[in-house]
């Protein structure tokens, strides 16, 4: 991440356009659960906002200049920071009530490691469970914030059918001027077993 980037993340708008606006649309999509997941924490402001909702929070974040503040910054509160590839992490299977990712699917390398991203979490869900995220849309504004960064950005028409070819059922797109939104759900066992 580039550090215009990482600054306009740790800003204080960023952190009042989450509490105002995301975190409504989050609460709404559905019940997180007791333990839940995030993916890409960056500094850290989603899962401030998380962890005063939730019993449990795992924050897995890959870059170490990212995540070992964080860690330090949360240590003794019900947030474990992991500093981990998330398509790698090892993390149990169908441990997590809910899992979330906001902004970072476009920090991605390409669509497949997005697709393994997806996959894992399928795994590490709980039947019953939802994912829900954000992200950024594919505009030359956004393109400008991410100069000497990576943007792999997400097609939201062909997101419910790529989340759906992973098993992800009851999915929704929300899109916006700037970005969108969606939610998935790892379908319950009765289900799976019809």
Avoid at 44 to 51: A, K, P, S
Avoid at 111 to 127: I, T
Wanted: aromatic share 6%.
């Amino acid at each position: 991440m580039n550090e215009l980037h990482l600054q306009f993340l740790s800003s204080p708008d960023w952190a009042r356009m989450l509490e105002s606006d995301l975190l409504p649309w989050v609460e709404a999509a559905g019940d997180l659960g007791d333990d839940v997941l995030e993916i890409g924490p960056g500094p850290g402001l989603t899962t401030d906002l998380l962890r005063q909702r939730v019993t449990r929070l795992t924050a897995v974040e890959i870059d170490p200049t990212l995540a070992l503040p964080l860690r330090d910054r949360l240590a003794g509160t019900n947030v474990e920071v992991l500093c981990a590839d998330a398509t790698t992490a090892g993390l149990p299977a169908d441990r997590f009530s809910a899992a979330t990712c906001f902004s970072m699917l476009h920090h991605m390398p390409s669509a497949e490691q997005q697709d393994r991203l997806f996959a894992e979490l399928h795994r590490v869900l709980r039947p019953g469970a939802i994912f829900v995220g954000a992200d950024s849309r594919d505009l030359d504004a956004i393109r400008a914030g991410h100069v000497d960064d990576t943007f792999v950005p997400v097609n939201p028409e062909a997101l419910a059918d790529r989340l759906r070819a992973i098993g992800f059922s009851d999915t929704a797109i929300d899109i916006g001027d700037y970005q969108f939104r969606f939610v998935a759900r790892k379908q319950p066992v009765a289900a799976l077993r019809s």
